[in-house]
C-alpha cells in the first residue's frame, strides 16, 4: 500500500540520554564483576599441573603408537593401517594418515585469553559486516534502507577496537590459543621426535609473520574504506548533489571486493587456524553468514530501540519487515552452511576431517552443538514465519536476541574445543566478559550515532526510502 500523502523529509539528532548511559554503565559494571569473579575463581595451578602431566604422557604414547603404525605400514605395503588420530579409529587401504599430535598443556590464564578472542572476533565480524550492509546499499541501487544506513555505519566504527584485542591476544598467549605457533617456536626437523607433517607443510602460510601482517593489514584497509565511505555520507548530507552518492558506489565496489578476499583470510588466520590440523573449504562463508545474520539483528535492535524513543520518525512497519525478512532468510542460510560442512564431513568420513566434529559431539560441548540448531536456526525459523511476527516489535526483539546469542555459541564452539577442549565451559568468566563486551558496544554505536544526524536528508534515495512499500 502506497503512501498517499507527501513526506517532509527532516533531519534528526540523536540525544544520548543519562537514563541510556546508565543502562550501559551498569552492563559494564556488572559484566567487569563477573568476569573478575570467573577468573578469581578458576581451577589453581596445581590441578592444571597434574591435568598438563596426564596430557603429555598422552602425547607421549600417541607418539610411540603412530610411530609404531609407521613402522608397521613400510614393513607390509598392503595390509591394511589403523591408526587413532584424537581417539577416532580410522580405516585407510593403500592411503598413508598422518596422526594428529595431542596437543601442549594450555595454562590458566589461556581460558581469559581464549574468550577475549571469542568477543572480540565477533564483535569485530559484525562491525565488518556492518560496514558491508552500508557499501552494498549503494552498488545494489537499494532505496529501502536509506533511512537506516547510520545504524550500520555507527556499528562499523566499533571495527579497530575488535582487531586491536585479536592482536593483542595473538601477541599475548597465541602459543597457546593456536597449537601452530607453539609448534613452530619448536623448530622441529623432519624425522625428529614430535614432527608435525600436516603443520610442516602449513608452514608457508601459518607461521607468524605472515599472520600479525594480516592481523594487521585486512582490518587497517576495512577501517580505511570505513572511513571514507563515513565521509562521502556525511559531506553529501552537508552539500548535497551527486557526486559523493557516485564516489560512494565506486568506493563500495572496491570495498566489497577486499571485504570477500580478506574476510576469507582473516576467518582461516583467526578461526580455523586454531584446529590447524583441519580445514574447510566453506568455513570463510560459514563466518561470514554468521557475521552478517548477527548484524542484520543487531539493526533491527537499534532500529527498534530508537523508534521506541521517538527518532527515526519515517521508519514505519515496512522497513521492520523488511529486517525481519533479513533475519528469517540468512538465519536459513546459516543453517543451510552449516548442514552442508556437517554432512560432507559426516558422509565422507575423513579422519582428517572428522575430528572437528568429533570434538564438538562429545561433552561438554554436545549441549552446545544442538543449541546452536535451536537458537539459530529452529527459532528464528518458526517464530518469523509469518508477516504479522516480522512486524511484531516484541517477537523482533526476542528473535534478535535469541539470534545474538546463537552465534555467540557458535563462536564459542569455533575456539574452545580447539584450544581448551575439556578446560573450557560456560560460567561467570564468559557471561561476564560477554555482557561488558556489549555494554561498551552498545554505549559506543550510540555515541557514534549522537554525534551525526540520524537521517541523511541529501541522499538521492531518502524519497523512496520514506515511502518504502513491500508489497504485501
Sequence with gaps: MSHGHDIHIKQENFIFSSKTKNFCYALIVIGAILTAIGIFTLPKAEDHKAE???TE????????????????????????????????????DNEQIHGVPAEHAKPIATRIWANLLLNAYLILLISACGLFFFALQYIANAGWATLLIRIPQAISTFLPVGA???LA????????????????????????????????????FLNSKLIVGFLIAIPLIWWLFGKKLRGLSYTEDSEGG?????????????????FGFGLSIFSWVVMMSVDAHWYSTMFSLYNFATGWVTCISIIALFVLFLKRNGYLTLVTDEHIHDLGKFMFAFSIFWTYLWVSQFLLIWYANIPEETIYFY?????????????????????????LMTRNAKRNPKILTFVALCIIIGHWNDMYLMIMPGTLDHQAGIGALEIGMTILFAGVFIYWVLTALSKKGLVPVNHPYIEESAHHDVGV
Design 359 to 383: 570434538k564438538r559431539w562429545e561433552m561438554p560441548f554436545k549441549i552446545n552443538f544442538f543449541f546452536n540448531l535451536v537458537m539459530n536456526f529452529l527459532i528464528p525459523f518458526l517464530v
Design 52 to 54: 598438563g602431566h596426564q
Design 57 to 92: 604422557m598422552a602425547a607421549t604414547e600417541h607418539h610411540t603408537d603412530a610411530a609404531a603404525a609407521e613402522h608397521h605400514m613400510a614393513a607390509e605395503e598392503h595390509v591394511t593401517n589403523y591408526q587413532n588420530i584424537h581417539g577416532i579409529d580410522t580405516f585407510r
Design 169 to 204: 591476544v595473538f601477541f599475548i598467549d597465541g602459543e597457546n590459543i593456536y597449537h601452530w605457533v607453539h609448534y613452530e617456536h619448536q623448530h622441529i626437523a623432519k624425522g625428529a621426535a614430535g614432527y608435525d607433517a600436516i603443520l610442516a607443510d602449513k608452514s608457508w
Design 164 to 166: 586491536l584485542i585479536i
Design 242 to 258: 551527486l557526486m559523493f552518492f557516485k564516489k560512494s558506489i565506486t568506493f563500495s565496489a572496491a570495498f566489497t571486493i577486499f
